[in-house]
């Protein structure tokens, strides 16, 4: 019986370190984030910005509201490694959950808009 690791043996490459992560990402099948510790990860986002699906530990920071819990990516236990590898699964077939453009509600722009919203409204409780 073949087991995960041997049927993703073929297609799994750790590059190390680049300059440019959105040709890594954008040719990529999927981006996993297993982690059980992160701030903001701004790799959600990176891969999410080239349509590349996602799936992230719901233990990885910011990771469920990024997704919106599921949303634009899947989301597993960070413990449950049959959970990341079902994820895995299901994030490489037809019924794949594909980031869309959510990456666009983390734009520069938008973030600088909402900074000054949270600013403006400070001052005026001030």
Excluded: H, K
Excluded at 15 to 29: K, P
Excluded at 51 to 70: F, N, Q, Y
């Amino acid at each position: 019986m073949r087991t995960l690791a041997d049927m993703f043996a073929e297609d799994f490459l750790l590059a190390g370190e680049t300059d440019n992560v959105f040709a890594w990402m954008a040719r990529a099948a999927v981006l996993a984030l297993p982690s059980r510790w992160e701030g903001s990860a701004l790799v959600l986002l990176e891969a999410m910005a080239v349509g590349t699906p996602v799936i992230a530990s719901r233990l990885a920071g910011d990771a469920a509201a990024v997704l919106d819990e599921g949303r634009y990516g899947l989301l597993f236990d960070g413990t449950d490694r049959e959970a990341l590898a079902q994820a895995l699964l299901r994030q490489t077939s037809g019924l794949r959950v594909l980031p869309g453009n959510r990456a666009d509600d983390y734009s520069i722009d938008r973030t600088s808009d909402r900074y000054a919203e949270v600013v403006a409204e400070v001052l005026r409780a001030g």
